[in-house]
């Protein structure tokens, strides 16, 4: 067998060498096993403070050898960086992303910020908004900015709504059942939100029940944009 006479950590920036040997299986004086150089690698991978991981062997003698762990690791975020957002404050953009300077960036962290971002324009009524995100390096040593760049699109509001298959109530009351759904009027805003459109869509299917429809379904909705992509049907 062959043990372990050393362990080195190699290639860190902001992390502190004495945690990644605290959670390493790999020690000094015991017995060399691929199966602890595989669980270690897992365990710092866990952390979430690193991009790559590596364990190399070096000097080894008749029974013994010295392993070197080598790690890459994902940056510190400096700032945030926020441009075309003219209708939203960056501020509620910032809470949204839950990106915070001082903490580790990840590419799974950043790419949900970024669908985070994109649902809350959703949200908003901006069903066209695009949001690009991306990183690089800040001056300081082993930090990134984030940016996060945006084309918010025209605010889309709901044109008209339209039932097919209700014959047995109106159209006008299955409307007004709609709470949150409304079209576009010179006295109301017609903004859609597709969370409060489902919503009032089980509201219906309910309302349809308890005028006796036990069986009352609605089997489909579809969504489509007038030729400037302004308003919905």
Do not use: C
């Amino acid at each position: 067998p062959l043990y372990i006479k050393k362990v080195n950590v190699s290639n860190t920036v902001n992390a502190n060498p004495g945690l990644i040997l605290n959670n390493s299986l790999l020690k000094q004086g015991e017995q060399f096993s691929p199966k602890d150089v595989h669980e270690t690698i897992k365990s710092l991978y866990a952390l979430g403070l690193f991009a790559d991981i590596s364990v190399e062997a070096s000097d080894i003698e008749n029974d013994s050898l010295e392993l070197t762990i080598n790690v890459t690791e994902n940056p510190i975020i400096h700032k945030i960086e926020f441009s075309g957002n003219n209708k939203i404050d960056k501020k509620e953009l910032e809470d949204k992303s839950a990106l915070v300077p001082g903490s580790w960036m990840t590419a799974a962290a950043l790419n949900a910020a970024k669908n985070s971002i994109l649902t809350f324009y959703k949200e908003k009524g901006y069903l066209l908004a695009e949001v690009e995100a991306n990183t690089f390096a800040s001056k300081e040593d082993g930090r990134t900015v984030v940016e996060f760049t945006i084309k918010e699109g025209k605010k889309v509001a709901i044109g008209s709504i339209v039932f097919e298959g209700a014959v047995a109530i109106p159209e006008k009351k299955l409307k007004a059942v709609m709470q949150d759904t409304k079209e576009d009027r010179w006295w109301r805003s017609g903004d859609f939100d597709e969370n409060k459109f489902l919503k009032d869509l089980e509201l219906i299917q309910t309302f349809y029940q308890s005028e006796g429809f036990l069986d009352a379904r609605i089997n489909s909705h579809d969504i489509s944009y007038s030729d400037d992509k302004r308003k919905l049907n």
